[in-house]
């Protein structure tokens, strides 16, 4: 099972979250993908082979072409992480604005 870990890393890359985002509006194959981002068409397809085993894309089969398309399960996780990160920082900040940090009581 993918983690957060992996899609994190996977969305290091510039490229790669360009490539993700080619995506937000609809399935679309490696070629239709190449014309929006900057690098080659294999470039393309070894980017969105990242993303896939990071679960944030998934992909079928269309005649002879492989059509890709933003995973929403897998974004899902990494927005429940994120939301986690958010509400810890949020929860914090309040803690310490109301004098209840750590070493006070």
Same mark, same amino acid.
């Given at each position: ?8 890393a996977?969305l290091?890359? #510039?490229? @790669?979250? @360009? ?6 509006? /609809?399935? =679309? ?8 981002? #900057?690098?080659?068409? #294999?470039?393309?397809? *070894?980017?969105? *082979?990242?993303? =896939? !085993?990071? +679960? %944030? ?5 269309? +005649?002879?072409? @492989?059509?890709? @398309?933003?995973? #929403?399960? /897998?974004?899902? !996780?990494?927005?429940?992480? %994120? ?9 914090g ?5 109301? +004098?209840? /940090? =750590? /070493?006070?009581?």
């Amino acid at each position: 099972m993918e983690t957060y870990a992996d899609s994190l890393a996977a969305l290091a890359d #510039p490229t @790669r979250r @360009r490539v993700l985002e080619a995506l937000g509006d /609809g399935p =679309k194959a490696v070629v239709d993908v190449a014309r929006s981002v #900057p690098v080659s068409r #294999p470039a393309v397809s *070894q980017h969105l *082979q990242v993303l =896939k !085993r990071a +679960g %944030l894309v998934a992909d079928e089969r269309r +005649g002879n072409r @492989r059509v890709y @398309r933003v995973d #929403p399960e /897998g974004l899902a !996780r990494l927005r429940a992480y %994120l939301d986690r990160l958010w509400d810890d920082a949020l929860t914090g900040f309040a803690d310490a604005a109301e +004098g209840r /940090g =750590k /070493g006070r009581t």
